[in-house]
């Protein structure tokens, strides 16, 4: 998963060593709403015993509908030396299944100095298209991180979780079913290599990027990893995905007390999509 939000690194930095006023609190938690219950699956089948038993089960009854609708909010916040920077995120997601799936996201940015911009987002054949703003389109390859950290696609936590192996615990009732991946505080050469790690790195990178503009110098090795955890969520009867959540907080060295980083981003299922998605008029031809 990707967030589509970026953290005023440099602004923040400035701040801390100016001695401007800052923002009085971090991003606020998402919203979680409840989740409308599914119809029951009636199958026969035997039951599900294993993490990937009701991942398989799950990409089986998402592939089902011919879209799905999701709602998305999410945070991202520094903390430096007390003073704050972040932003939060919400948007609506069209997501259509099969090979040549496609997505369309509409959202909104508000950062935590009150100004808000608007965000859309498309995937149609490999391609990724971002507007911000009053900005031109630009598209790129999904495999350009700049367009791939734009793109929230929720049914992405199907293939994350099952190359996770392993790592996924797995807690099963006749409410829920919840496939877990987490990593306990520590310093990031002895976590690297898990792959909900990789994902919380990947999440950072924009932000460290700003921040070592700024003179930020601390090298990657000496960044701690507070906390870095994925949930999915499924219907215990439809297998439906019904939520799936992604935290990390790390921290970076910098003077004596640091730079504290926080993201949390939370998809849920709002129901089956019936519609296509198009691209609007202007979006094919915008620079690459």
Not at 20 to 46: F, G, K, L
Not at 163 to 186: C, K, N
Not at 222 to 241: F, K, M
């Amino acid at each position: 998963m990707r967030t589509p939000l970026t953290a005023t690194a440099a602004l923040l930095l400035s701040a801390a060593l100016t001695g401007c006023a800052a923002d009085d609190a971090p991003p606020a938690e998402p919203s979680r709403p409840a989740a409308a219950p599914a119809p029951v699956d009636s199958s026969s089948a035997p039951a599900p015993e294993t993490s990937a038993d009701f991942l398989a089960l799950a990409e089986k009854a998402m592939a089902a509908q011919k879209g799905w609708r999701f709602t998305v909010k999410g945070s991202e916040g520094l903390v430096l030396q007390g003073r704050t920077s972040g932003a939060t995120y919400s948007a609506t997601v069209h997501r259509t299944t099969g090979a040549s799936w496609a997505l369309h996201s509409v959202g909104s940015i508000r950062s935590s100095k009150g100004t808000t911009r608007s965000e859309a987002v498309y995937v149609v054949d490999g391609v990724g298209y971002v507007k911000d703003g009053d900005a031109a389109w630009r598209h790129g390859p999904l495999t350009d991180p700049e367009i791939a950290d734009k793109v929230e696609d929720p049914m992405a936590a199907l293939d994350a979780f099952a190359d996770y192996g392993d790592a996924v615990t797995l807690t099963a009732s006749d409410r829920s079913v919840e496939l877990r991946v987490r990593t306990t505080s520590a310093a990031l050469p002895a976590v690297r290599d898990q792959g909900v790690v990789r994902k919380a790195l990947r999440e950072l990178a924009p932000t460290l990027e700003q921040l070592r503009a700024a003179g930020v110098t601390a090298p990657e090795s000496g960044i701690t990893v507070e906390r870095a955890e994925e949930t999915l969520v499924l219907n215990p009867s439809t297998y439906r995905i019904t939520s799936h959540t992604f935290r990390c907080v790390l921290r970076i060295p910098y003077g004596t007390q640091g730079i504290r980083y926080a993201q949390e981003v939370t998809e849920r299922t709002a129901g089956p999509y019936t519609g296509a998605v198009a691209l609007p008029e202007g979006a094919a031809t915008s620079a690459l």
